[in-house]
Structure formats: structure tokens, C-alpha cells
């Protein structure tokens, strides 16, 4: 069964910034002050998107001393590749059925 690709999750990973910040953390666990100084975004501007990543479950979050480190959940990308994959196979299908025109 067809299951729809989850908007909410395709808004929060539509935004650059937050896109720039998946893709650094998939490469290596990484503390606010390497995501600023990697991005160059403001401390607030990436607090800020580090908030939507985390209240979606893209990142998790592990203290460590004074500092705060982010790492990717990666089943949850797992899962929205999952919903393209469902959705590429149902287009492949989609050529041979065609709707009448009234």
C-alpha cells in the first residue's frame, strides 16, 4: 500500500540550513559550536533550527560538559526513503493506468 510522503518532514528538510546541517551530521557527530563555525549561521539562527530538527526526531541531542552534541537519527531519513521508494514504484506503474476523459 501507497503510504504519502510525510509534508511536515519534506518543509523541515527543505529548508537549506537544516539540509546543510543533516548532511554534516550524517558525516559525524557534531557540537553547536562546530555546526556554527561549519555553517557559519548565528549561535540563535542554528538554536533555533536545531529546535525544529530535534521536536521533528531528525537529531537527537547528548550532552556533554558545557556543551551540547547533535546526532542524526538515521532511521527516520530511513524512513522517508522508504516513502520515495513506495512512491517511485507506484509511478513506475502509473503509465498503464490512465483515467477515461468524460
Known amino acids: 500500500m501507497l503510504t504519502s510522503v510525510d509534508p511536515d518532514m519534506l518543509r523541515i528538510l527543505g ?6 546541517i543533516v548532511t554534516l551530521l550524517a ?3 557534531l557540537c553547536t559550536t562546530h555546526l556554527v563555525e ?4 548565528k549561535q540563535t539562527n542554528l538554536s ?3 529546535k ?4 521533528a526526531g531528525v537529531v537527537e541531542t547528548e550532552p556533554c560538559g558545557r ?3 547533535y546526532k542524526l537519527r538515521p532511521e527516520v531519513l530511513a ?3 522508504e516513502q520515495f521508494a513506495a512512491l517511485a514504484e507506484s509511478a513506475r506503474g502509473a ?3 490512465k483515467r477515461a476523459c468524460p
Do not use: I, K, Q
Open 15 to 20: 529548508d537549506p540550513l537544516r539540509l546543510r
Open 79 to 81: 524512513g522517508l526513503s
Open 52 to 55: 525544529v530538527l530535534r521536536e
Open 95 to 97: 503509465c498503464d493506468n
Open 27 to 29: 558525516r559525524e557527530t
Open 48 to 50: 533555533n533550527h536545531m
Open 38 to 41: 561549519e555553517t557559519g549561521a
Open 67 to 69: 556543551f551540547t552534541y
